[in-house]
């Protein structure tokens, strides 16, 4: 069983960047890849970015490619999205997921995170 929770989420103007934080904790952490998400208000939930357990794998949503980065760190248990060039559409609940599985889809993801909200005001 892991356990996960989500930080850094804030409100920013357009064009500002954060970090979200996702410290994920309990047995045999390390070996999942790690999904972040994010769901908008009225929306479903959307994949924004994957990252492999070594991290030597790496997967973005179109919408994101070339302003988010993902990153872990396996020491701290720590998973990181580095979020440039936010746009008030980047507005969500972010959320951080494992699982076993390395895509850009939340179904195969078995652990969740509570959530972060970041607002992107224009």
């Known amino acids: 069983q892991l356990q996960l929770v989500e930080s850094g989420g804030a409100s920013v103007q357009s064009g500002g960047s954060l970090r979200l934080s996702c410290v994920v904790s309990?047995?045999?952490?390390?070996?999942?890849?790690i999904g972040w998400f994010r769901q908008a208000p009225g929306k479903g939930r959307e994949a924004v970015a994957c990252?492999?357990?070594?991290?030597?794998?790496?997967r973005y949503a179109d919408s994101v490619n070339g302003r988010f980065t993902i990153t872990r760190d396996n020491r701290k248990n720590t998973m990181y999205l580095h979020m440039n060039s936010l746009k008030p559409e980047d507005t969500a609940v972010y959320y951080c997921?494992?699982?076993?599985?390395?895509?850009?889809?939340?179904?195969?993801?078995?652990?969740w995170g509570q959530g972060t909200q970041v607002t992107v005001s224009a």
């Open positions: 997921a494992a699982g076993t599985v390395l895509v850009l889809d939340e179904r195969p993801y078995d652990y």
């Open positions: 309990g047995l045999g952490a390390a070996y999942f890849n």
């Open positions: 990252i492999s357990s070594d991290s030597s794998r790496t």
